[in-house]
């Protein structure tokens, strides 16, 4: 029988694997904060930064997600996935140059579908933009690199299953059926009529609940209990979030087309759909609410900071979801400022947090350094928390006052568009805040790549070169 692997063998093993696809995700998570805060000032300037065709508010905000969602998110996810299921099986990472090319083909893929959309190849289809060569390379790439970690799995020396490894496995299983299922109902072999909107809004909600939800999760079920030294008490509460979660993902996003061509249980069961959100919410708030508490003062480092900021904006995202719900049904909170809060929240709150979290915690292990800039850790946590938190207010208070002036006959629309500037300008101050996070978090990972350059890379090739300056001199 093999020998558990250490956690020094492990980190070797997925160092440059692992590391390669971190900074492919902090690369892309600039790029998005770039284009996020470009569209978000075009809600309120939209002459800046000019008349050029391709910078246009829906080309910006749609390359913005792709970036964000396929860019930093998933590849962010993927190495999380990586570590934590070679971390948790006692095993090393299999198929570390596979990750390699595979993590190079897929940032090509994120660069076609960016470009695409920006360049006017846009599939018009939310969340699923990306022209199809560019959706092909994603798949192909993500099918190299999610073998590589199921084949580790599948080595694993340690007995049993954890929490956090049943949701890696839940998201790696996700993403191939959704996104293929997705592609083809809505983009390659498109369904007819209200199918097609109805197909697409199934597949980006259940990709970002599902394939970023499990991975997000997975991380806040490694971090909390990591840094506050406290286990998961009831570990039958976790496998209940993740199964309510897997039910009612694919049913929340469709009540947004309510009013339009889609058929009436169709909207009905979207609007059942955002409320019964709250029910996997509370579910994993509970399980996870003992471990804030747990640890000593000196446990509160800047990664479990990230990840119970991360779990704030869970909780804030079930409750937004719920008056989203309601308040599409009631004809508030449609087609507002509010639905930006609600997916805000979401994705730059819970799934940001959470992986920008991971992203502390790994990197310095993976490299056997510290960061060399702490207070900059800490400084990139409260623009991220800050910028949250502003998202949550100013969208969701400035969305349902739009909505409330929308809903008023006697109120002319210029009216309605001048009392939400400044809501939307609030919008353009918290992505600026997050995109300054971002670039202290690039800033801070070149500084320790340099570093680990000089230690591990210099030495080798000074050796190297010995002989050969011998030589010379004889």
């Keep these: 029988m093999t020998t558990p692997a250490t956690a020094a063998e492990i980190d070797r093993s997925c160092r440059w694997p692992v590391g390669s696809l971190v900074l492919g995700a902090v690369f892309w998570l600039v790029m998005a904060g770039g284009l996020a805060l470009l569209a ?13 065709v391709w910078l246009t508010y829906g080309r910006v905000q749609a390359a913005a997600g792709q970036a964000f969602v396929f860019g930093f998110a998933s590849l962010a996810g993927l190495g999380t996935a990586a570590w934590l299921t070679a971390r948790l099986s006692e095993t090393r990472l299999v198929g570390g140059r596979g990750f390699f090319l595979a993590g190079g083909f897929w940032n090509l893929g994120v ?9 006017g190849h846009s599939t018009g289809v939310e969340g699923f933009e990306a022209p199809g060569p560019a959706a092909v390379l994603l798949l192909a790439s993500y099918l190299v690199m999610a073998a590589g970690v199921l084949l580790t799995f599948l080595r694993r020396q340690a007995r049993g299953t954890t929490i956090v490894q049943e949701y890696v496995l839940g998201a790696l299983l996700s993403f191939p059926w959704v996104f293929m299922a997705a592609e083809m109902m809505a983009v390659w072999m498109p369904l007819r009529g209200v199918l097609q909107t109805a197909a697409g809004a199934w597949g980006w909600r259940s990709l970002l609940l599902l394939w970023l939800g499990f991975l997000g999760l997975a991380s806040l079920y490694h971090l909390l209990p ?7 008490r009831r570990p039958s509460l976790a496998r209940a979030g993740f199964w309510t979660l897997a039910l009612v993902a694919g049913f929340s996003g469709i009540h ?26 509370a579910i994993v708030a509970a399980s996870l609410s003992p471990m804030l508490s747990g640890g000593s003062r000196g446990s509160r480092t800047p990664v479990r900071r990230f990840a119970t900021g991360a779990l704030a904006a869970l909780v804030l995202f079930g409750g937004l979801s719920v008056v989203d719900g309601l308040g599409t049904r009631s ?74 002036l929308l809903k008023d006959p006697s109120i002319p629309f210029e009216v309605v568009v001048h009392r939400s500037l400044p809501y939307a300008r609030a919008g353009s101050i918290a992505h600026g805040l997050y995109l300054l996070g971002s670039l202290a978090l690039a800033a801070n990972l ?12 210099f030495p080798v090739v000074g ?3 010995k002989p050969l300056q011998r030589e010379e001199r004889a």
């Design 40 to 52: 978000a000032i075009k809600l309120h300037a939209p002459e800046f930064p000019g008349d050029s």
């Design 111 to 119: 660069m076609f579908a960016v470009l695409g959309v920006l360049l």
């Design 226 to 232: 990591g840094q506050t030294a406290t286990p998961v």
């Design 256 to 281: 947004r087309y309510h009013g339009g061509a889609m058929p009436g249980w169709m909207t009905r069961q979207g609007w059942v759909g955002a409320v019964l959100l709250a029910l996997p919410v």
């Design 331 to 404: 004809g508030v909170t449609q087609f507002t400022l509010f639905a930006a809060a609600v997916d805000q929240v979401y994705l730059y709150g819970f799934v940001g947090l959470a992986l920008l979290g991971m992203i502390y915690d790994m990197i310095p292990r993976l490299l056997d350094l510290e960061w060399p800039a702490p207070g900059w850790v800490r400084a990139h946590r409260l623009l991220a928390w800050s910028a949250v938190g502003l998202w949550g207010v100013a969208h969701a208070v400035g969305g349902w006052a739009q909505g409330s």
């Design 446 to 457: 070149i500084r320790m790549l340099g570093r680990a350059i000089r230690i591990r890379v």
């Design 463 to 465: 050796a190297w070169l």
